[in-house]
């Protein structure tokens, strides 16, 4: 301890001394780190907006449990008069599935509509979900709130309706529908929201709870196999995940004829995964040549300056100076021309990055350009730093270590 506090005090003194070489040799890591922290918050801003176009635009976080329901022979299709449902227990072993954000149960089926005085008659699409569903997928609301319960006002369960149903229902105004009671299958539902676009590929379809006794009540059969959905929270954990729903439905997934049919994009979450890699790879490894350089300028000022400081060294090795306290004096020194440059850099770094990105987001009106603040990030370019202060630090030092006292006293 004492030996290091001496290394760190002489390391002071040095920089003290001799400001200008401080300064010189610390802008090489300046640059280098703030060109690293600066590259790595615009790589993740990128890879921010990435994740997110994936989640807006795709489905391919999320991969489906379904039942089989018929089979194809000779071309024909028959239905199966024994099928597997899935239900409520699948439903809370896949929410716990580590990476899993999301799960739900979805049944589709068409579906008659009706008003309560029966003067208007629709066919829609019906989808039948849980509450997870909603956190699956965003529906645009012209009015009410995107989310249905099996008991809501007045003890009815609750429906959102398309525009288009909405205006059928109402004659002509779809906002006027919320609050209206409809026969949804012959069973009474209340509305409580309206969508503003249509119904998927359908112009008018309805959203109701899901309930194990639907299929009953509506005399719906395919309402008595609904479809599991799982959404991973990464696109790096669509493989585990689907490992373990997988393993979880098993024998019903096995066989020839699986009674259970799981589809996911694994290929596609993989290619993703892999350019998400790639991209931070390349980022970092273009910032790495300017560390380098950084890394290559302190050699060079701590080379000149073992030479500059021969005679000290050898004063210090006649005075009782161990090989080691010469050699972590120049190590300190290094670290903390490194540690210096590391803090200044981040900071320049950074505020380039955010800069940068408020000034395009300003000129070219892309919003999707961003800057990211990572702790990962800093602590990645912290420890770069020091083990390059390290590296290069280590041939002056042992160098200087090496010197003889007799010929380092005599060195003019």
């Known amino acids: 301890m004492h030996a290091l506090s001496t290394a760190i005090y002489a390391t002071r003194e040095t920089i003290r001394l001799n400001p200008l070489r401080g300064v010189l040799s610390t802008l090489g890591i300046i640059i280098g780190v703030a060109s690293l922290v600066a590259v790595l918050a615009l790589g993740d801003g990128m890879e921010i907006t990435m994740r997110e176009q994936l989640l807006e635009t795709t489905d391919i976080q999320t991969l489906t449990a379904t039942s089989r329901m018929s089979e194809e022979i000779d071309g024909q299709v028959f239905p199966l008069a024994d099928t597997s449902a899935l239900g409520s227990t699948d439903l809370a072993a896949a929410s716990a599935i580590p990476g899993v954000d999301a799960v739900a149960l979805i049944a ?23 509450p997870g569903f909603f956190k699956l997928s965003s529906f645009p609301m012209l009015s009410g709130h995107p989310s249905v319960t099996s008991a809501g006002s007045g003890t009815l369960p609750e ?12 004659g002509g105004d779809p906002g006027a529908a919320s609050g209206d009671t409809v026969l949804v299958g012959g069973v009474h539902h209340r509305i409580v929201g309206v969508l503003a676009g249509t119904f998927g590929r359908a112009s008018r379809g309805v959203v109701v709870p899901f309930q194990p006794d639907l299929d009953r009540s509506m005399r719906i059969r395919a309402l008595r ?18 490992q373990a729903v997988r393993a979880r439905l098993a024998p019903a997934v096995a066989g020839r004829t699986p009674a259970v049919v799981v589809q996911s994009y694994r290929a596609r979450a993989e290619q993703a995964t892999q350019g998400i890699l790639v991209f931070k790879l390349l980022m970092g490894a273009i910032t790495g040549i300017s560390l380098l350089v950084g890394g290559i300028g302190i050699m060079n000022v701590l080379l000149a300056s073992v030479s500059e400081r021969t005679r000290e060294i050898g004063i210090r090795k006649v005075a009782g100076a161990r090989h080691r306290d010469i050699l972590a004096q120049f190590l300190t020194e290094s670290v903390a021309i490194t540690a210096i440059g590391s803090v200044l850099g981040v900071m320049l770094g950074l505020a380039g990055a955010f800069g940068v990105t408020a000034l395009i987001r300003h000129l070219a009106d892309a919003v999707f ?8 990030s800093v602590l990645i370019a912290a420890a770069v730093t ?23 006293i005599r060195h003019d």
């Open 369 to 376: 350009v961003r800057a990211s603040f990572s702790w990962v």
């Open 386 to 408: 020091i083990a390059i202060g390290l590296a290069f630090g280590t041939y002056p030092a042992r160098r200087a270590a090496r010197l003889s006292p007799i010929d380092a």
């Open 108 to 130: 589709r089926s068409p579906v008659e509509i009706r008003s309560t005085d029966t003067t208007q008659r629709r066919r829609a699409e019906l989808l039948a979900v849980t």
């Open 159 to 170: 429906a959102i309706v398309s525009k288009q149903l909405a205006i059928d229902l109402t």
């Open 225 to 242: 196999y609904p479809a599991l959905l799982v959404h991973a929270s990464r696109v790096e954990d669509i493989a585990s995940i689907e």
